[in-house]
């Protein structure tokens, strides 16, 4: 939205978050997983407004308790410098986010933010990752240009639970850089309306995922590149370790039952129960993983065959084919030692319905996955989430592989 009058803008973005459909655990070992966008979301609006009082940032993020004002003419002045990596010359493009000196980047923005909040280190650690991203981001993408920046207003929410294994942090480091580069792109040109109609080109898409990914490395260290990447893009992700994250362009709208336990889990502490598992049974541990990718090889081709409208006579066919899969996926699992009895609670309760369940993510605990085919009747559905919800689990209907990153209008 633009106002002519007072020459200030307003941008809405919103990002899926992501569950892992196939190859938990497995990815590990550099086995194939797929992650699905999922239907609930983040979404950021960011306002320029005048303000009379100093030029500030004015920040809310109910998810997390933040409450912010961030002064701006110290932020520009200690932060919009970003710098490239050492050995390559010229200046730094906010068009390209891997050749940032990430650490130097880092280092300032810690320095700043403990000067005007001296109780930094006191604040809940989501929070202190919720300000270290926006600065990071925010003094990288504007400070590369000689864009004058205004006080805004920057308002952030989620349909998303921190810390459950959907992709919270990426899908709000995904919305993040696509509303200010959004912002940055409606500053620097005259043609605003086109800037409305259009929607984010693939190669603005790659610029955000490849933020997005800094922005995880701040809250996860050494983070995969798949939240990101399907937070992002959207539908289906397929990755294995040590490459790329490879989006598929398909178009899927798999019902489910997304069911949260409320056991909460360590992934660390599972990866390495994993291992422990392997290291004493590595021949039957091996083939157990080498399976893991064959069903998430299989589960790909189903879905790229679901998506494309060919199989409209027998998708029931399909879809039982996919709920094969899925029982596969999660008995793997089990055999591995990552289930859990609330998970195994849940399943049975899918299928004495006929419905077919699996965890998602480290399992045990966390979440679990209901397939609902197109043929399933609302009563079955109904039925069991009701038993779920009396069993005390927290029970979401929403849908698999929608889009990724979109401008709201």
Sequence with gaps: MFNGMDNLYTVSVSAPGKVILHGEHAVVYGKTAIAVSLGMRSSIVIKEINSAKEPAVY??????????????????????????????????????????????????????????????????????????????????????????????????????????????????????????????????SSNYDAFYDEDFTMTEKETISEWAYNCEKIMHGTPSGIDNAICTFGSLVSF??????????????????????????????????????????????????????????????????????????????????????WDMNHWLLGALGVSHPALETIRAAARARGLACKLTGAGGGGYAMVLIPPSTPRA???????????????VTETRLGGPGISLEM
């Excluded at 049974?281 to 090889?297: G, K, M, Q, R, Y």
């Design 240 to 325: 294995k370790k040590g490459t790329k994250p490879r989006p598929i362009d398909v178009r899927l709208n798999l019902r489910i039952l997304l069911v949260d336990t409320r056991v909460s889990r360590e992934t660390r502490a599972l990866v390495m129960k994993v291992a422990s598992v392997r290291q004493r049974n590595p021949a039957a541990t091996d083939h157990i993983l080498e399976a893991c990718d064959h069903v998430a090889s299989t589960a790909t081709q189903v879905l790229v065959k679901l998506s494309s409208g060919k199989c409209e006579s027998d998708s029931e066919a399909e879809y039982q084919h996919l709920a094969e899969l």
């Design 380 to 394: 079955t559905v109904d039925s069991l989430s009701g038993q779920l919800l009396e069993l005390g689990f927290r």
């Design 59 to 188: 920040i809310h993020m109910p998810s997390v308790d933040l409450q912010e004002v961030i002064p701006l003419a110290p932020t520009v002045k200690a932060l919009f410098r970003p710098q490239l990596l050492p050995g390559i010359t010229g200046k730094f493009s906010w068009r390209l986010p891997d050749k940032l000196d990430h650490d130097l980047h880092l280092k300032r923005v810690e320095e700043f933010l403990h000067i005007i909040k001296p109780n930094f280190d006191n604040l809940p650690s989501n929070q202190k990752n919720s300000l270290r991203s926006f600065l990071y981001m925010f003094a990288g993408i504007f400070g590369s240009t000689n864009m004058p920046v205004k006080s805004m207003d920057i308002s952030m929410g989620s349909e998303l639970t921190i810390g459950a294994g959907t992709g919270s942090s990426a899908s709000f480091a995904v919305c993040l850089a696509g509303a200010l580069i959004q912002l940055l792109k409606l500053k620097s």
